[in-house]
């Protein structure tokens, strides 16, 4: 069970970090910065959705995942 849900997050972060990278390629205009901040905003909203379509398969209405705070 523990090495199934470990296998499940890193395909998850896998995947994350596929679509990121996608993302990405468009955004060499922009400084260093701006590129983070980007990428930051866009993991979350990435997140967002994958925890929506999680709702909408299990039928539930509140899906619990951890917040990080502005420094995290």
């Not at 994350?16 to 955004?27: C, D, I, M, P, V």
């Not at 060499?28 to 983070?36: G, Y």
């Not at 959705?49 to 709702?55: D, E, F, L, S, V």
Request: glycine share 6%; hydrophobic share 35%; no cysteine.
């Amino acid at each position: 069970m523990i090495a199934m849900s470990s296998l499940r997050k890193r395909e998850t972060r896998e995947q994350t970090n596929a679509e990121l990278y996608r993302l990405s390629k468009g955004f060499k205009a922009l400084t260093i910065a701006h590129q983070k901040g980007v990428l930051k905003t866009a993991r979350g909203l990435l997140r967002i959705q994958r925890a929506y379509k999680t709702m909408t398969a299990d039928n539930t209405r509140y899906v619990n995942f951890p917040v990080k705070g502005k420094n995290g």
